[in-house]
């Protein structure tokens, strides 16, 4: 069983700062690539940055130069720092990973529940 654990969400001004969290725990052999995904209502799920195990970064163009993903492989956790937020940043966002739990079985796609961050006056 593998869980993921999100939290560092919350209410924000536009111009302020978050940084979420997202803790993967349970039966883990491998944590791959771990993501940041974002959906606001009425829209679909996209992804905001991604991180590979060994440190390889993208992120979407709409938050290029403002967030930074990053990852402690030691405690299985993903970060992603959020700066200068936008209203149009506010949406739930999830984690997303891709991990190995025995070595000899594929790597499975596990999502956290989800942490709203809201970005208003």
């Known amino acids: 069983q593998v869980q993921l654990v999100e939290s560092g969400g919350g209410l924000v001004q536009p111009g302020g700062s978050l940084r979420l969290s997202c803790a993967a725990s349970g039966s883990i052999f491998r944590v791959n690539a771990m993501a940041w995904y974002r959906q606001a209502p009425g829209k679909q799920r996209e992804l905001v940055a991604a991180?590979?195990?060994?440190?390889?970064?993208n992120y979407a163009d709409s938050v290029k130069g403002r967030f930074t993903i990053s990852r402690d492989n030691a405690k299985n956790t993903v970060y992603l720092q959020m700066n200068s937020l936008k209203p149009e940043d506010t949406a739930v966002y999830y984690c997303?990973?891709?991990?190995?739990?025995?070595?000899?079985?594929?790597?499975?796609?596990?999502w956290g529940q989800g942490t709203q961050v809201t970005v208003q006056v």
């Open positions: 997303n990973a891709d991990i190995t739990t025995r070595p000899s079985l594929r790597p499975y796609d596990y």
């Open positions: 991180i590979t195990s060994g440190a390889s970064t």
